[in-house]
């Protein structure tokens, strides 16, 4: 497939009026063509005003026909073949087997939402039925479903260029919900998102849907962005990105006549806990998967284990000594793009007036690489210091030593809110664990024992959210199937004549679905 340097608006291809973005291969710092010109605010409210047509016409497809467009999207990517590998990797400096694997998990988790939409337990419906002989009152007929918000603007990742950008997560569960998207590409990955939207543009029409199902525009700036979220059309908006940027949109939706939800990934540093008996049995062990998990993708993962907690001693000190010379040894690796590369080279920077390095990794062989990083600090300074408490995006980590297990609950208690917080321990730690539990399930949305956070499992009990700053909105999740329910409301039928009932909650259930009917749960 060629690549044109066009948005997407329904089913045309138009080029855009505005500054042109260029995609680097941040391995070589080469320009890629084509350029891609940004959109106007006339392009962005024609996009608004095809998905707001095609609302709802879309949202009461059937389970089957929309479960369908999601497997077809998935198909057309993988159909792609290697021209989607090879721009990708180019765009990011990613090496194709990352690209690769995250292809087959985006096209998994479009199949996922597809097999959740079939099932349609996300409708949640729940029947009352009349009493008309209750006293003191009767009660009427109710009959509850849920619906789509409405058109939702989806904004691309940097990190992620298939998984959490044009047809990932946000995008996938929004269409499965019922809601038309409108995706902004991120300006690292222009090529990459042309593809991948193209491929659902294609799915849109074999499908037979209307056209402003989906749409995808380009910006250099913040101009696009700030005129999807202030359009009146647009009823939710899905966002991984910076804190910054996160907490850009949420003020934009907030101030809106009719505000918004944003739910945005933002920020997370996700501590890592060493508890004694653990630390003791298999310090040398836990340095080196630390390490492995902290270096992974030059640490451009939102769940990246940025913080480590532990009481100081000697079990800690060996710790930190393995964990150094292991980093000593892990070579610079080339990062997304040059923002990014300096903006981890500040904050590597910034967290050294804060706290002592005891490591680097090797250093770098060509432009943007980023260098490995440990850092140590005292929990009184991490207590009192909120800079060492920034999250530094990329391959670089802080320990914190504390004296006791209640200076461990101190510090846990300064946290903000996180992506995930990791448990390290023995059997022996157990009764720590215990009580640092309720503290840790304030702090965060998943809670591993024994494992790394990086890595998210797509599946149906994943969480991958949590308190601000990681999340706008805790009660959220962005991987697993849940997310659907992020782009979802209730809507209640009283006394409405079978005719008139939405299919989901006709009194024959012709949809087989298993209801709450009259306080009961149907088998």
Not at 201 to 206: D, E, I, S
Not at 500 to 516: G, K
Request: with cysteine; net charge neutral.
């Amino acid at each position: 497939m060629t690549l044109t340097g066009n948005m997407l608006i329904g089913q045309q291809s138009l080029c855009g009026t505005r500054e042109a973005i260029r995609a680097i291969n941040p391995a070589t710092n080469t320009p890629l063509e084509p350029a891609y010109a940004g959109g106007d605010s006339q392009q962005v409210a024609q996009a608004c005003a095809l998905a707001w047509a095609a609302f709802d016409t879309y949202r009461e497809t059937s389970l089957a026909a929309r479960a369908t467009f999601l497997e077809a999207i998935a198909d057309n990517i993988e159909a792609l073949g290697d021209a989607l590998i090879e721009r990708a990797v180019a765009e990011t400096g990613l090496p194709s087997a990352r690209i690769q694997g995250e292809r087959g998990r985006t096209c998994g988790q479009l199949r996922s939402f597809a097999r959740t939409v079939r099932l349609g337990e996300w409708l949640d419906v729940r029947v009352d039925t009349a009493q008309p002989q209750r006293q003191p009152l009767p009660r009427a007929d109710l009959r509850q479903r849920h619906i789509a918000l409405g058109p939702v603007a989806v904004f691309g990742a940097s990190n992620f260029p298939l998984a959490f950008s044009v047809a990932g997560g946000d995008t996938a569960s929004a269409l499965a919900a019922g809601c038309p998207v409108i995706v902004k590409a991120h300006p690292a990955h222009p090529g990459t998102s042309e593809l991948v939207g193209r491929a659902i543009a294609q799915a849109v029409q074999h499908c037979g849907l209307p056209d402003g199902v989906f749409s995808l525009l380009y910006d250099a700036g913040h101009e696009v962005g700030i005129a999807l979220v202030n359009d009146p059309r647009i009823k939710a908006v899905g966002f991984t990105g910076s804190r910054s940027g996160g907490v850009a949109l949420c003020r934009a939706a907030q101030a809106r006549p009719e505000p918004i939800p944003v739910y945005a990934e933002m920020s997370s540093i996700n501590p890592v806990y060493l508890f004694p008996a653990a630390l003791q049995a298999r310090g040398d062990a836990l340095a080196e998967g630390f390490v492995a998990s902290l270096t992974q993708g030059a640490g451009q993962f939102c769940t990246n284990p940025g913080l480590v907690i532990a009481v100081q001693g000697p079990a800690l000190d060996r710790f930190i000594s393995t964990a150094s010379a292991a980093l000593q040894r892990c070579p610079a690796q080339t990062m997304l793009t040059p923002g990014i590369f300096n903006a981890y080279e500040r904050g590597a920077s910034s967290l050294a007036n804060h706290a002592r390095i005891i490591a680097k990794g090797l250093p770098a062989t060509g432009p943007n690489q980023g260098q490995p990083h440990l850092f140590v600090t005292s929990a009184e300074t991490f207590l009192s210091n909120s800079q060492v408490q920034a999250e530094v995006f990329g391959a670089a980590s802080l320990v914190v030593q504390c004296s006791d297990a209640d200076q461990m609950r101190q510090v846990s208690e300064h946290l903000e809110g996180q992506l995930t917080a990791t448990l390290h321990l023995d059997e022996a730690d157990l009764p720590q664990a215990q009580a640092l539990l309720p503290v840790l399930e304030r702090k965060a949305g998943r809670l591993l024992v024994n494992g790394w956070p990086t890595g998210v499992e797509v599946c149906d009990a994943m969480v991958h959210g949590g308190p601000f700053p990681a999340t706008s909105d805790a009660r959220s999740t962005s991987v697993g199937t849940a997310a659907i329910l992020r782009f979802l409301r209730p809507v209640c039928y009283q006394d409405f004549p079978d005719a008139l009932l939405p299919t989901a909650v006709q009194h024959a259930n012709p949809l087989r679905l298993r209801r709450l009917l009259d306080g009961s749960r149907e088998a």
